[in-house]
């Protein structure tokens, strides 16, 4: 996949133990495999970014696990029940991924699209509002 990366979210990637290096680059293929357009920048300081007319997700990485942050004010349907915390969050819910987990590659690559077709609708807040 031919993306432009961001020097920032390299930095931050790189500096990580191998297995959250490994899940973060997954996640970071995965995210530009929903859409050729995201754009991939650093907010809130460190944490790297992936947007494509609003926020779409974020990484965090953590002692234990990589959280992938996905915007999408809960209206993204999660079939696969692969959303481990933030249920209830208005804004976002969280994807862990431990040492040894795979990520839940198919899943989160529908969860982007979806979130990225949400964005181009006008944003989240407005479907929400609106439907």
Not at 18 to 42: K, M, N, S, Y
Not at 90 to 103: D, F, I, N, Q, S
């Amino acid at each position: 996949m031919s993306y432009e990366a961001d020097p920032r979210v390299d930095s931050y990637i790189d500096a990580l133990p191998a297995w959250q290096q490994a899940i973060c680059r997954e996640v970071r293929e995965l995210v530009h495999a929903a859409d050729p357009e995201v754009v991939e920048t650093i907010k809130r300081t460190v944490r790297p970014y992936f947007v494509l007319d609003g926020n779409i997700c974020a990484l965090l990485a953590a002692k234990t696990h990589v959280n992938v942050f996905l915007y999408d004010g809960a209206i993204v349907p999660d079939p696969d029940g692969i959303i481990t915390a933030g249920h209830d969050n208005k804004t976002a819910r969280t994807v862990a991924v431990r040492e040894g987990e795979k990520v839940p590659a198919a899943p989160l690559l529908a969860m982007f699209e979806q979130i990225i077709a949400n964005n181009r609708a006008g944003g989240w807040r407005k479907l929400k509002r609106d439907g």
